[in-house]
């Protein structure tokens, strides 16, 4: 999915597809990866430790 | 370099030695320079000739850009504002922006009076705001507008500025009639009016008069250290297009032409661009596809006129007795309403009628204000769009997230990538581990 905005964002990471979640960088020749299912169990703790009450603010519209 | 002059509430136990006043020596005997004033330009604060000017104290939450899923940092400052209508006061936005609880009170009345803001225009840094109570204002004398003070006229400005608790008078004149920038969002341009009034902290928002009636509002100044008697006040036509913008309930910004012109001063260059050697033309620099005007001209095209006004070789036009940068015509229009505009393209004169539009890619590098980040945290990852609140907050320093922010409408970035996205932070955790260094670059795609 290309990135032309945050709504961009939230509909690639909504897509549940691969078992990796892999994110190209602008100018950046090495991809981010992160693997699903550790992904899937941090969220909750990295919410929790950091004090995040929502996930996401992406505006009224 | 360019401050705006909210007065930022000083901390209570701030040692208040951060105004050197300097009281001028008085010498017995000596005589003033000057005759004093004649009595009639005395004003008795208790007659109520001024009591429409008040004092506006303001509690403020700034938006947390670092972590846009906090509420935000409390903050304070006070300005000045005056009544124009049936409980409307006008003010500066910067005076109001981010409030949480505005309380305005009168020299006389020691009262607070909480207020709330019925329109905001941070593009021209102004609001209007009411009384929740406007029964306590109701027997007050609203100011009345005059028109664009010539050039060495005097003029006073008064407000609340720091320094003392009532009301504040300081006398100059008229330096300066120019198209400037308004440092509020740093990316919007209007007329001007310089004055050598003392324009202070806590000014922002209050009347600059003259005979009796306003002629601006004081908004900003240049900081000590950088020039000396240089403030700035917003004029009435700028005011007046405000008020009228949001006669109909909402206001609804600037247009824009959104091309840049170039002065065709090289008489080579003008023969050559067709020009007739009378000063009329300037040539077109650039030209953005999402403005105005980005379907009909091209760089390299010569503008002759706009709604029959001739433009000059350096983009100025004579408007309203005064010369001013062409820009000021389209300044004047609402959304939607339409401009002629004569041309030159290859050496063949042309017409057009051009609806006028907000040009919106602009807006995020500028400064924004009442509202809250947009953000999106996943696995320690945050994502938040770029814009100038992002890069001030992360003081961001990779050359691919400059490059974009610098060259977003220069190099038309936004045609392909409206809302850049950056992943700003990874929050560390197991799932993260060695992700940090990738922190502060764009978002280009996603597999998933």
Redesign the interface.
């Known amino acids: 999915v290309k990135i032309k905005s945050l709504k961009d964002v939230q509909t690639a990471l909504e897509k549940k597809d691969k078992a990796f979640i892999e994110i190209q960088l602008l100018e950046k020749n090495r991809p981010l990866a992160l693997k699903r299912e550790l992904v899937e169990a941090a969220h909750a703790r990295i919410m929790q430790t950091y004090n995040i009450q929502e996930d996401a603010y992406l505006g009224d519209e | 370099m360019f401050v705006a002059s909210r007065h930022l509430h000083e901390h209570p136990t701030a040692p208040v030695t951060r105004l050197a006043l300097r009281l001028l020596p008085t010498a017995a005997g000596a005589q003033p320079a000057t005759a004093p004033p004649p009595a009639t330009q005395a004003i008795d604060v208790a007659s109520g000739a001024w009591e429409g000017i008040v004092n506006i104290d303001v509690s403020v939450l700034v938006p947390d850009y670092r972590e846009?899923?906090n509420a935000g940092q409390p903050s304070g400052g006070s300005g000045t504002g005056f009544l124009i209508g049936k409980n409307r006061f006008l003010t500066n936005a910067h005076v109001v922006s981010n409030a949480t609880r505005i309380l305005i009170r009168t020299t006389n009345d020691p009262e607070p009076h909480p207020a709330k803001i019925v329109h905001i225009a941070h593009d021209c840094d102004l609001a209007l705001i009411e009384a929740e109570d406007g029964s306590h204002f109701e027997k007050l004398k609203p100011l009345d507008f005059g028109g664009i003070p010539q050039l060495n006229t005097e003029v006073i400005a008064i407000g609340y500025p720091i320094g003392g608790d009532r009301i504040s008078v300081t006398r100059g004149v008229v330096s300066r009639i120019d198209f400037r920038p308004y440092s509020h969002t740093s990316v919007d341009s209007h007329l001007a009016i310089q004055v050598d009034a003392a324009i202070n902290p806590g000014n922002s928002g209050g009347p600059v008069m003259q005979e009796g009636k306003v002629v601006g509002v004081a908004f900003q100044g240049f900081s000590g250290r950088v020039a000396q008697n240089v403030g700035y006040m917003i004029p009435v036509p700028v005011i007046k297009r405000f008020l009228k913008d949001i006669e109909d309930g909402r206001y609804d910004h600037y247009v824009d032409l959104a091309a840049s012109d170039f002065p065709v001063e090289n008489p080579a260059q003008a023969k050559a661009l067709g020009i007739n050697g009378d000063g009329v033309g300037v040539m077109v620099g650039d030209v953005e596809p999402a403005g105005s005007v980005g379907d009909l001209l091209k760089i390299g095209d010569v503008i002759l006129s706009i709604d029959d006004n001739p433009v000059m070789n350096n983009g100025l036009v004579r408007f309203e007795g005064e010369l001013m940068d062409m820009n000021e015509i389209v300044e004047r229009k609402f959304a939607g309403d339409t401009i002629k505009l004569k041309y030159m393209r290859g050496g063949k004169k042309e017409e057009a009628t051009v609806t006028l539009k907000r040009f919106d890619p602009y807006v995020r590098l500028g400064a924004q204000y009442n509202?809250?980040?947009?953000?999106?945290?996943?696995?320690?990852?945050v994502?938040?769009?770029l814009d100038r609140n992002l890069m001030d907050a992360h003081q961001i320093r990779d050359s691919?997230v400059n490059y974009?922010f610098d060259n977003f409408l220069t190099d038309k970035l936004y045609v392909?990538?409206?809302?850049p996205?950056v992943?700003t932070t990874v929050?560390p955790?197991?799932?993260?581990t060695w992700?940090t260094p990738?922190a502060h670059?764009?978002?280009?795609?996603?597999?998933?």
């Open positions: 846009p899923w509202q809250r980040p947009r953000y999106i945290v996943h696995a320690g990852l994502f938040q769009p691919t974009v392909e990538r409206p809302e996205v992943l929050l955790d197991e799932v993260n992700l990738y670059s764009i978002v280009d795609q996603s597999t998933v």
